[in-house]
């Protein structure tokens, strides 16, 4: 019997059936632990959902997609930033060995971040759903950060409406809905922008959040905030929009917010996107 390592490697020894170019092949939904920088201090240790891909030339049969993996795994006693992003994927084009020009890596995770109730001062962590991707096209990397922040909106018509009730001996409450903003950012290597300050970025244009723990107090500061910022989901975005055009370190940008009605069957959305020469197409991470 023939020792297993002398074996040929099929997907590198024959040909395919059809040499056909193939734009992304690898692996996702690989789990793993990594360390992450806080822009407030300290260090998280938190487990990612990882996604890697390099293209396929038409001559060759396939990849070893196991050398994905084990090229990831050199790389995790190191904190994720873009330059350990961009340096896997440079070993991508050495270790998987198709000579590819295109290769991504995607890491979707929790970040936590503390807190406060606007009032009583309980401080607990709020998980926020983020995602780094790098991206080597040829010798150019490129880099995309992702946050999902949840918000309330207030109706306007809804608030205008209890307010005429209320001029005519009657009352009503104005209904509110949990919303979502999805901001997709690109960002050029040297510079810096934390997830952190994008999560900021979007709580301070809404400024009616959600918080882990509230008591009383808390909750009659939440509906003073409402009362004062009726929002519809196109004035969400704009105000968004407006703070991410003034953030000079973000080269472009996408966003899809997101107000799940609770008095229609269907939601509303909004998307807006810079869309700058030579930015990106980011709708399909929305």
């Known amino acids: 019997m023939n020792n297993i390592n002398d074996l040929p490697d099929v997907q590198h020894s024959e040909k395919p ?5 193939i734009n992304s092949v690898g692996v996702q939904n690989v789990k793993a632990p990594f360390f992450l920088d806080s822009m407030y201090g300290g260090r998280h240790e938190m487990v990612a959902n990882i996604t890697m891909t390099t293209d396929l030339k038409p001559e060759l049969k396939g990849i070893s997609m196991s050398k994905l993996t084990r090229t990831l795994m050199e790389y995790l006693d190191r904190p994720l930033k873009h330059k350990l992003i961009k340096e896997i994927l440079e070993r991508f084009k050495i270790e998987v060995e198709t000579n590819s020009c295109n290769s991504s890596i995607r890491f979707d995770f929790l970040l936590p971040i503390q807190k406060k109730s606007p009032k009583s001062g309980w401080v607990f962590p709020q ?5 780094f991707e790098g991206r080597m096209e040829g010798d150019a990397f490129k880099f995309f950060q992702k946050v999902r922040v949840q ?3 207030y109706c306007p018509c809804s608030a205008a409406l209890c307010q005429h009730l209320d001029e005519n001996d009657t009352s009503g ?3 509110a809905q949990r ?5 997709l950012v690109e960002v050029i290597p040297p510079n810096i ?6 999560v900021s970025l979007v709580e301070l244009s809404i400024r009616t959040i959600p918080y882990p723990i509230i008591q009383r107090p808390d909750e009659q500061e939440i509906a003073r905030l409402a009362a004062q910022n009726p929002i519809f989901v196109e004035d969400a975005i704009r105000k968004i929009c407006h703070n991410l ?11 899809k917010c997101t107000h799940e009605e609770s008095i229609h069957t269907s939601d509303a959305i909004a998307i807006s996107w810079k869309g700058i020469k030579d930015g990106f197409d980011g709708r399909k991470y929305l």
């Open 179 to 183: 919303s979502f903003a999805e901001v």
């Open 17 to 21: 059936e059809f040499p056909l170019y």
């Open 173 to 175: 409450y104005p209904h």
């Open 193 to 198: 922008v934390w997830l952190e300050e994008i």
């Open 151 to 153: 918000y309330a909106s």
């Open 245 to 255: 055009n003034a953030h000079s370190q973000i080269h472009d940008w996408i966003i």
């Open 127 to 131: 998980y926020y759903k983020c995602m």
